[in-house]
């Protein structure tokens, strides 16, 4: 089996057109990452269990989405010491609240690393781990200069 970088976890099948942001974004700067449904609240023990296993495995960062009470960060931060980055998903009829508080309002101590609520969130999501990555993969700095670069010439090129 090849290494994975990153994990993308989520709460739900249903989840998954979001979280692919993260996977696209992070397959452009060639990070290697796995999907899995794994749920907080669904599948406790396989969740927690994954958690503690990654690091072992080679694991470096985890990106948990999830949805209405959305447990799966906070719990995969309370089974391993690697960085958690959160993405609230919009599964409810509060479009999206519940999760980024549940997401965001973690009890000091057990650090989850929140972003915004849905796509934008979960390609960022990507970003902040490849910037993690970075910290110790002189490679993905140029990558991430070129991506901030493109992203600037596509706004100083807008012509209305
Ligand atoms: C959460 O409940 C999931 O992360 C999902 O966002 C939401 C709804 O799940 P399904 O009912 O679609 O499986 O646990």
Redesign the pocket.
Known sequence: MSQVTVAIM??????ADIMREAANMLEEFGVSCEMRVL?A?RTPRECAEYAEKFRKNGGKVFICG???S?A?SGVVAAHTTLPVIGVP?D?SPLGGMDALLSTVQMPPGVPVGAVAIGKSGAKNAALLAVRILSLSDESLVGKLEQFRDNNKKKILDTKL
């Open positions: 989520m709460g739900s099948k249903s989840d749920s609240h999830a949805g209405v959305a799966l998903i599964a």
